[in-house]
């Protein structure tokens, strides 16, 4: 048996990762024709937008691609059958969100989209495919995944010549960096027990990443892996806002303890950067993955031991939210209140397990006025990310897409994500804007208080000790 030359992809998902991965693909491997397919058809039409600023995934650096690879050799499609059919090889990218009912609800990965995804491959599926798990899934999952294989190939009509093998390739890249990140990885981690069929997909990455980036474990290890690297991330955010507390009450700066300690080459100063608590679609799901099967093995130590990433993440949020509200004199009933910045994080449309969201609901709760201002992210998302406490209080909220006018007669500013813009404010026309007395309030640590302390609000800042 030879290595499989890889002719045709399948990618299952047109999401955050499906789209900018077959995009990177599909531009170093011009003799690859990849197909990404999707149930939903509002997401495959924009991606299909003859205006590519339409698409409907913002990160930097992926227009320019998909000008180049769409209907050359990227397709966007909700034909699922045909596009089986075809590939020699399918990803399945699809979401694999906390499950919220029934064993494990709360905690657990539901992996029905895996699952229903995988029987659309075994039952359409024709010669050898090599099946990859791109999803982030709990550990064992590609046993699963397998097994259906093996059972619904019973149902595809050309049975016969039908087989399958199943790796493991879970996606590192995070939102907002997506096409550096798939350009220039730090490393690709393929999990699988059959060599062929990693060779072939090892041979779709060195056509721009080098050999030695490109490490291979055994499935279980490659899936345990992607769950431990984004709950140590998570870890270091959660650390680093603990300490955050402390530096408040005690005087010290939270950027001096930052970069004392990650001066420590065993520590490095990536991602200590203390905020409103971390969001995105990832870091919490996995953790409470993780804790679950931990219990599910009869580990509830370790299991109580990650859950505390989670919960000082979400006690961050809280305790923000709280000092807000007491620094208004307990009570923001009618007051204005300018919020920049509603992603998760800056370079990104992504609004998913937001600080923001939590922050703007309780707000609105209490009676503020809110203008939300971001560059990405429209009012529609953020009508449904506010849900009913946005509806009840559809008045008290509105959008700006207009930074300057944001801040007119407001009692306070909240930044809670880092976009560029958010640090280049002229805070001297804001101060004559705002009303007095007023407060601007940086969770994100992006202004500069030295700045800012001559002018006539006052000034609160994450980590910051004079916060006393
Ligand atoms: P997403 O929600 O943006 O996209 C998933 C897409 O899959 C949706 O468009 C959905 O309609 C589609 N889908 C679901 N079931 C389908 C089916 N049976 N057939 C066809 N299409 C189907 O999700 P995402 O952010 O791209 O994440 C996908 C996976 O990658 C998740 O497991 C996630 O944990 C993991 N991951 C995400 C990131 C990230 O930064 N977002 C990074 C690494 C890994
Ligand atoms: C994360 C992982 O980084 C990535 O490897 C994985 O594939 C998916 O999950 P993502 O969630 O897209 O990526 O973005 P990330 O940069 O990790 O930020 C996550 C959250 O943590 C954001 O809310 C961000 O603002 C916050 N964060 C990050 C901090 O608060 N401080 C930091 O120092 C870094």
Redesign the pocket.
Known sequence: MAVKNIQSVCCIGAG?VGGPTMAVIADNCPNINITIVDLNKERIDLWNSDDVTKIPIFEPGLQKIIKKVRNRNLFFTTEIANSIKNADMVFISVNTPTKTKGIGAGRASDISWVEACTRQVARYATGETIVVEKS?IPVRTAEAVKTILKNNSKKNPSKEGCSFSVLSN?????????IK?LQNPDRILIGGDDELSIQALKNIYLNWVSEEKVITTNLWSSELS?LT??AF??Q??SS??SISALCEVTGADINEVKKAIGLDTRIGQ??????????????KK?ILNLTYLCQHFGLPEVSSYWEQVVSINDWQTYRIYKMVINKLFGNVTNKKIAILGFA???D?N?TR???AIFICKELLVEGAFLTIHDPKVNESQIDIDLGEVGQENRSNWSYSDDLLKTYDNCDAIIIL??WEEYKKINWDFVSNKMNSPSWVFDT?KIVSPEEVKNYDFNFWQVGLGNNI
């Open positions: 955050y982030t879970p996606e590192f890249l995070a939102e907002g960096t997506a990140d992607k690297a984004n991330l998570a270091r955010i680093i806002n990536k991602f200590l950067n203390a905020g409103p608590g971390f969001g995105g679609s990832c870091f996995d998760f994080k800056a990104t992504d397990e937001s600080p994500t880092e994100r």
